[in-house]
């Protein structure tokens, strides 16, 4: 047996008032079913974790609750106001959304990632992402009023900052009002308002602005302030990237 797992305590359900206020200790792993009346918090939960607020270092399953914090990895489905992941692999839902990655769905009213994040992010007003020092983000963020992704401010300070192939956003960005990005973005804007740095593909709205582009601008007024043709209404195109 693995040393660490022999190392700690397992037991198949917890119930929690407010932690320490539990069954059991912070320190046990719950195999099968947690429920927090108010507080519960477990080095590690899987299966099923219900309650108002669930605090957890690693989880695997449902989880559903007013909040929901993980401090390390989970995989599997979240529901609550608030859901908080370091690294997440699965389907979240709630009001607010956050994790450090992300891979797979994200549905809320606000979406936010702080290094990378790989699958499809839905946002009722808006999602924002981070590309910091693990790499590039590939992920569709469709909102109801932005998307924004940018270069976390921890990389800013690295000698890797903005190195073009290896930190990148590769995807789509979706919005009624406003998408930006200031990474080197491949793929679609869609929006009123568009505006990248370095873009190669494709952006569609009212007003359309990139730094340098390798791709096609189709709006009212279109502007590539590095390319060929700085401005030109309703269609621009440049290779300039």
């Known amino acids: 047996m693995n040393s660490h797992l022999a190392a700690r305590d397992f037991a198949p359900v917890q119930i929690s008032l407010y932690n320490p206020h539990q069954l059991f200790d912070d320190s046990y792993d719950i195999t099968l079913l947690r429920i927090n009346l108010l507080y519960g918090r477990n080095r590690g939960v899987s299966f099923l974790d219900i309650g108002t607020v669930n605090s957890d270092e690693d989880f695997a399953g449902f989880q559903g609750g007013i909040v929901n914090i993980v401090d390390d990895l989970a ?21 607010v959304n956050i994790n450090y990655e992300l891979f797979g769905i994200q549905l809320g009213v606000f979406n936010y990632h702080t290094t990378r994040a790989c699958g499809l992010q839905l946002g009722i007003i808006g999602t924002m992402g981070k590309i910091g020092y693990l790499g590039g983000s ?12 940018e270069y976390s401010d921890h990389y800013k300070t690295t000698s890797l900052y903005r190195d073009h192939e290896k930190f990148y956003f ?11 990005s200031d990474v080197n973005f491949s793929g679609t804007q869609v929006g009123i308002v568009n505006i990248a740095d370095r873009i190669s593909g494709l952006q569609i709205g009212l007003v359309n602005i990139a730094r340098r582009m390798s791709g096609v601008q189709i709006g009212l007024i279109n ?3 590095e390319g060929a043709l700085p401005f030109f209404p309703f269609f621009n195109a440049s290779m300039s990237m």
């Open 138 to 149: 590939r992920a569709v963020q469709i909102s109801g009023i932005f998307n924004s992704v």
């Open 170 to 180: 590769k995807g789509a960005q979706i919005s009624i009002i406003l998408n930006t």
């Open 223 to 225: 502007i590539i302030r």
């Open 75 to 95: 995989l599997g489905i979240q529901l609550g106001a608030v859901n908080y992941m370091h690294d997440f692999f699965g389907i979240q839902a709630g009001l």
